[in-house]
Structures are given as C-alpha cells and as structure tokens.
C-alpha cells in the first residue's frame, strides 16, 4: 500500500552546490550532511541529494507543496531555476508548476488546499 510521499532524492553532479542551492530553496540546512546522501526534513518528508548521479528530467518528479504555486515559481527562478511548467489549475483549486533546478532536475510544485498536513505525521 503506498502510504505517501517521504522521500525525493535528486541526483546533482556537485553535492556542495546542490547543498548549497536547496538550502537556499527550502530555508533550512540539512539534518544529515554526508559525501554520499545529503537529507532535509521538509514538512514530514524528505528532500534527499546524491553525488554524481544523472540529473534530469528523467530523475526526479516529485511535487512539494507550496501555499502559492505562482509566488514560489517566482521565488525560485530568483534563485536560478528556469520554468519547466508554468502554473496551471488541475482542477479543485489544485495548482502546479515545475521548474528545472540549476543541476537540470525537474523540481515539482504544488498548491493544494486540501492537504491534510496532520494525516503525514
């Protein structure tokens, strides 16, 4: 049974500088910190990095969620990320967006009103 998101990990061909971009992106430094897997705890989940792996579109996809989906796309292409997929209602209020981060991974965005924060704990 499928319980959930947990864990998304990203492949980066240089794990100082994806440590050093995501920390920016998620406002926090990682709670493990090795040469081989670099960990953040994200809302319950995990955002995970690991060295010199194929980054990409064909990595990761993964949708993080984001109290405005339009407000963060624009927080992050501040922080070097180019638009992948611009915003964009998939019905219910849900919005998503996407953008690549600056290793080419595909970093997921999601506006989801529904979410029930305390269900993942």
Known sequence: ????LRTAIYPVPD???GKAWYSRVLG??????????????????????????SPGPGGVQAYWGV???????QRLQGLGAVVHE???DV?????????????G???GLIE??????????
């Open 67 to 73: 109290a405005d989906a339009a407000a963060e796309l």
């Open 1 to 4: 049974m499928v319980l959930g």
């Open 28 to 53: 926090r430094e990682p709670y493990f910190d090795q040469p081989f897997y670099v960990g953040y705890a994200v809302g319950g989940f995990e955002l995970g990095l690991i060295p010199d792996g």
């Open 105 to 107: 991974n595909v970093f």
């Open 91 to 103: 019905g219910e209020g849900i919005r998503v967006a996407a953008v690549r981060d600056p290793f």
């Open 15 to 17: 794990l100082a500088a």
């Open 86 to 88: 611009a915003v964009r």
């Open 112 to 121: 989801n009103p529904h979410f029930d924060r305390q269900a993942v704990r």
